[in-house]
Nanobody
Framework: QVHLAESGGGLVQTGASLRLSCLAS????????VGWFRRAPGKEREFLATISWNGDNIYYADSVKGRFIISRDYAKNEVLLQMNSLKPEDTAVYYCALARRSTAVTDAALYEYWGQGTQVTVSS
């Protein structure tokens, strides 16, 4: 069984940075791509970034490209999301998810395992 746990959310001001962590546990989790998503109040779930199992393939949504950076720490089974230049519209609950696939994917429907989420609030 795979378990994902996000942390690192909080309340920050516009322009600040946060680093979210996704700790993964379970069999062979380092062999699969991990993605970050978010859901803002009243909006659909939104893809943000994903990284393949070996880090060779990384994809970002246009809304965060140039501001967010996804990375993996294999020693800790951790996937990080560095978020810079935060804006009020980045306010949402942020989730990490794991897809038992060989390549990184951006479609949320292809991710089988999800964390509980961490709240990020950006004040203006």
């Amino acid at each position: 069984q795979v378990h994902l746990a996000e942390s690192g959310g909080g309340l920050v001001q516009t322009g600040a940075s946060l680093r979210l962590s996704c700790l993964a546990s379970g069999r062979s989790v380092s062999r699969y791509p991990v993605g970050w998503f978010r859901r803002a109040p009243g909006k659909e779930r939104e893809f943000l970034a994903t990284i393949s199992w070996n880090g060779d393939n990384i994809y970002y949504a246009d809304s965060v490209k140039g501001r967010f950076i996804i990375s993996r720490d294999y020693a800790k089974n951790e996937v990080l999301l560095q978020m810079n230049s935060l804006k009020p519209e980045d306010t949402a609950v942020y989730y990490c998810a794991l897809a038992r696939r060989s390549t990184a994917v951006t479609d949320a429907a292809l991710y089988e395992y999800w964390g509980q989420g961490t709240q990020v609030t950006v004040s203006s």
